[in-house]
């Protein structure tokens, strides 16, 4: 619902749209906050009567300097219309009348000869009255709009009058993007960020500025209050403002009312930035029209109004801005004032530091987290979620620590409220005046924090401001009021014509403390059924921070010292030109220390600090991975189809064996050596007891993959020559066992194949409709088809017929019934290891062998030399066994299976919410655990994904060529943090 509502605003800009209208009945009685001036003294009626319609002024009312003033605020736009019918009333002698749209004069001439016959009484005349239905355009910007009308006529009101009814005026909206426009293109004007507002309200008061010379103190000229005016601000007054912390940015745009007031000949008024003159308004005594000011009936002393817009190159967070004037006199004779003051800049692109303008590669400098190419701002910190909270309907019915303070008594408790379909916390008739929302969170090392939210400002804001503090510090501020762009109207006061505001944080700032504490707070003063607030999707990410050793030059940790935060080769790399003496260790940390460089030699390892070191050892650190989800310790998060990354405890294990200064190395060992067969009895025995495997089965290790067994599982397996054999065909890897075993066997039945629904999702059929023949010599399906991402639930069982299943790819990811199964494979690279081990879990009665296989295939021979028919490749078993020892320590296999349910339904969850920016094609009863494919709109958005995934260190996400699009393999040893990593990457990249 809310893209649709978005996408409405969009297409509608081009259309105008009423902001305001009175007047319109025939009869009315209210002047609807019209502020009239001068009226003829010989009556005190405004509204009067005329051709049987109410007008506003008409015949002895509006004469001789009558003026009708009103101030109307405005949502975003970049163009006026303005509307209104017009009486004429008596002779005029080419005296103008003039409506004034923020000093610009729109002008229209009565002569001798206008007018026709007498309409609201009066004296007899040939020209007399006439009405005139106008209609005029001009392009403004501005969130308010002052409409001043007047004439020149010279006449008293029982001579020559005006008057007016059927007021409108209308706009053209800005890009729903944008605060503030002067096209409808969103690309120039999106960047602009509100950065200060002043003089916007009925009180106005000084609000932060300063003023030398002057009274701090409003006016109020014809209806409307400004700041300074009439005997406040004059000769000699400086006005000038201070504003820090502005957003980084290449150019601001300043933008207010000025007021010209009383007599001026020739005077200036000059506006600096940072001491630089960039605008000189010269008036004359001729200009302006009587509205306050000095009661004189001398030429010149008149108002005018002039809106001033300003567009000037600046990148500094701070900037000067100062009013002053050539005045001479006394504010009683000379004065000014100004409103409606606001500062814009224009955003540098997110990330970025300093740039030479608002494009996405004109960045010049990036923050610290971020690395600068071709003007880009590309992330080269890591970041893990600590809190992820309000995305989904369940989460919204816990707030765990979070507090709230004067909120709405009438409103929800706890303050949860909608907006159209989804949730917020606060929102409408829950966060309104004073309310506040605070949470504290407890950190690990890190160095930079990110937040992320969704913020939404609803109904009548008249420029208060809403803020984040981050430690009682301003982490995010946005004022908000009529000039905020109109995003969706599907939440709040639905009787009121405002719209709301949906504003998206995404912010980093340097932080290490140990907590942090999060507030919301706003400076409205309206109830939360005026006016109200609330967010959704709040993520806090942190950098972990590196961990570092310090290194002294002398024992006790004194003199020179230097800080190692990197692996290094040699203390040369670190520029440490002195002996080490003693180290600082940051707690749950281990080093490691060669005496020669290169990480070769002798070794010694440390886990605590060390007052004292071996004058004759060097110190060269090297960081040890001691926990899995230490985001210290993964520079890379590949989820490749295979082979997989292992767990760092493993590869910290592995890199021990390869040089045995007293024996072999691994590398080096037979099957003629013990430490061989210690390491393969040691495989046979943990899967032994990983699987709770029954006697009856027997484990065999072989080469050659999973391929390779397509190919020997029918030469071993069939019955006779002759034999039928059932393979199902739901998946690129069943089929590809489905071409090997036709080679081999000329009755080949296919059971099943894969099958699409009315919505094009794939899923194997019920058992019902496979296509089983009782006298097969087994069965062969793949468990957990990998390219496709589907995976089955149940065990294919029918009757005797033998079972066969390819689970490479969910190996050990879930208990197994073995009252079903008779023969399990998997090659290694997966889940278990690297690539080069494969094996088999069989019951020896299976196998025939009615064929003379060759003898690398025979399942008989492997049996007979218990698996060693060859020199196995002991290496990648080996790496089985600390990979089956990790899987045991971390849970059973129950433990397993929900964890990688958890894991794939996060991803899922994503896919599913992306509003089809990610496209799952697979029956979702049966989606894999383990591979999560997805496609996206075409290729080229494809390849933005994969490219944004890289640039974050997050690699081999493309999907499999045989079908495209992307795929994700959870295999057991990918971390959680890696999973945390790219759920983030697919939030952002969906946003």
């Known amino acids: 619902m809310k893209l649709l509502l978005i996408a409405l605003l969009v297409l509608g800009n081009t259309q105008w749209i009423t902001s305001y209208e009175a007047f319109q009945t025939e009869e009315f009685d209210s002047l609807d906050g019209w502020v009239i001036q001068n009226q003829f003294e010989a009556t005190t009626d405004i509204i009067t009567k005329c051709s049987g319609k ?58 001798f000869t206008e007018g026709g016959i007498r309409l609201c009484g009066g004296s007899e005349s040939k020209n007399s009255d006439k009405v005139f239905d106008v209609e005029f355009e001009i392009l403004h910007n501005s969130p308010t709009v002052t409409t001043v009308l007047a004439t020149t006529a010279q006449g008293k009101a029982d001579v020559q009058a005006w008057g007016f009814r059927q007021i409108k005026i209308s706009f053209i909206p800005c890009p729903s993007d944008c ?170 692109t997110k990330f970025c530091d300093e740039c030479v303008g608002t494009a996405e590669n004109e960045c010049t400098k990036c923050q610290p987290t971020h690395t600068l190419q071709d003007g880009k701002c590309i992330n080269k910190n890591e970041w893990y979620i600590l809190s992820k ?220 600090n060390q007052e004292l070191i071996d004058r004759k050892s060097e110190i060269y650190k090297q960081m040890i991975d001691q926990y899995e989800n230490n985001p210290t310790f993964w520079n890379k998060f590949s989820f490749a189809g295979g082979p997989t990354q292992l767990p760092r405890s493993v590869l910290h294990k592995l890199e021990k064996q390869f040089i045995q200064p007293n024996g072999k190395s691994i590398l080096e060992l037979s099957k003629y050596d013990h430490e061989y067969h210690q390491i393969l009895d040691q495989a046979i025995n943990d899967l032994q007891s990983l699987l709770d495997i029954p006697n009856q089965y027997k484990i065999i290790f072989c080469q050659g993959g999973a391929s390779l067994l397509f190919e020997a599982i029918p030469m071993n397996l069939m019955k006779t020559q002759h034999s039928s054999i059932s393979y199902t065909n739901t998946g690129y890897w069943s089929s590809k066992a489905l071409e090997e075993a036709q080679k081999f066997c000329q009755n080949v039945n296919i059971a099943t194949n894969i099958a699409q629904d009315e919505f094009g999702k794939r899923f194997i059929p019920e058992l019902e409709q496979w296509n089983i023949n009782k006298e097969d010599s087994y069965l062969h399906y793949c468990d957990n088809e990998t390219v496709e991402g589907l995976e089955y639930q149940f065990i294919p069982k029918f009757s005797s017929v033998p079972i066969v299943t390819d689970m490479s790819s969910n190996f050990l990811t879930k208990p197994l019934d073995w009252s079903k199964l008779d023969l399990v494979y998997a090659h290694a690279q997966k889940n278990i290891g690297i690539a080069g081990s494969t094996l088999m879990i069989i019951k020896p009665e299976l196998i025939n062998n009615h064929q003379n296989i060759p003898y690398m295939w025979d399942f008989k021979e492997m049996f007979k030399k218990q698996s060693l028919i060859s020199n196995l490749p002991i290496f990648p078993i080996y790496v089985n066994t600390l990979v089956f020892d990790w899987i045991r320590k971390q849970g059973t296999l ?98």
């Open 179 to 348: 605060g503030i426009c002067h096209n409808d293109k969103v690309q120039e004007c999106k960047y602009w960020n509100q950065e200060a507002l002043s003089w916007f309200h009925v009180d106005t008061k000084l609000e932060g500025w300063k003023l030398e010379n002057g009274k701090p103190k409003g006016f109020e000229c014809s209806g409307i209050v400004i700041f300074g005016g009439y005997e406040n601000i004059g000769a000699k007054a400086l006005l000038s403002n201070t504003f820090t912390n502005i957003v980084p940015h290449s150019k601001v745009m300043v933008k207010f009312t000025f007021w010209k007031i009383d007599l001026w000949d020739n005077e200036e008024f000059y506006v600096k930035i940072d001491d630089k003159q960039v605008q000189k308004l010269a008036f004359q005594k001729t200009d302006g029209i009587d509205l306050c000011g000095a009661k004189q009936t001398n030429p010149g002393y008149g108002e005018k109004i002039v809106s001033i817009e300003i567009i000037q190159k600046h990148s500094s967070p701070t900037l000067t801005i100062s009013f002053t004037t050539s005045l001479k006199n006394d504010p009683d004779e000379q004065s000014w004032g100004v409103r409606d003051f606001f500062l814009f800049a224009a955003q540098c």
């Open 54 to 111: 109410n007008i506003i002024g008409g015949l002895k009312t509006f004469g001789t300097k009558s003026t009708a003033t009103k101030l109307i605020k405005v949502p975003p736009h970049y163009k006026l219309k303005f509307n209104l019918q017009l009486w004429k009333i008596g002779e005029w002698e080419n005296d103008v009348f003039s409506a004034y749209v923020d000093g610009v004069p729109w002008e229209m001439k009565w002569g």
């Open 894 to 991: 129950d433990f397993w299976d929900q964890y990688c349910k958890k894991r794939s339904q996060q991803l899922y969850k994503i896919i599913d919410n992306s509003h089809g920016v990610y496209i799952n094609q697979v029956k979702k009863e049966q989606r894999s655990r383990i591979n999560i494919t997805f496609t996206l709109k075409d290729e080229i958005e494809t390849n933005k994904f994969i490219d944004l995934c890289k640039n974050n260190n997050i690699i081999e996400v493309k999907g499999h060529r045989a079908i495209g699009g992307c795929r994700i393999c959870l295999y057991l040893p990918i971390p959680q943090i890696g999973i945390d990593k790219l759920s983030l990457i697919m939030e952002d990249f969906m946003n």
């Open 389 to 608: 909270e309000f995305f989904t309907d369940d989460q919204f019915n816990k707030i765990d620590g979070w507090t709230f303070q004067d909120f709405d008594p009438a409103g929800p408790n706890p303050p949860i409220t909608k907006c159209g379909d989804l949730g917020l916390v606060g929102g409408y008739q829950a966060f309104g005046k004073k309310a506040t929302v605070q949470k504290v969170f407890k950190l690990p090392k890190h160095d930079f924090v990110r937040i992320k939210a969704t913020v939404y400002k609803i109904d009548q804001w008249d420029g208060e401001e809403l803020t984040m503090f981050v430690d009682n510090q301003e982490f995010w501020s946005q004022f908000l009021g009529w000039n905020d762009p109109g995003q969706s109207d599907i939440c709040g006061n639905q009787n009121g014509s405002w719209k709301e505001r949906i504003m998206t944080i995404d912010k980093i700032i340097a932080h290490s403390q140990s907590e942090l504490t999060v507030d919301f707070k706003s400076t409205l003063q309206k109830t939360a059924d005026e006016a109200s607030w609330g967010f959704r999707e709040f993520l806090l990410l942190y950098s972990p921070l590196k961990e570092c050793i310090e290194v002294f030059s002398e024992c006790n940790y004194k003199g020179q010292s230097s800080k190692i935060c990197d692996n290094v080769e040699s203390l040369k790399d670190a520029q440490i030109e002195f002996d080490i003496k003693s180290i600082k260790i940051p707690e749950g940390l281990k080093i490691t220390g060669f005496k020669n460089p290169g990480f070769k030699g002798d070794r010694v390892e440390y886990e605590t």
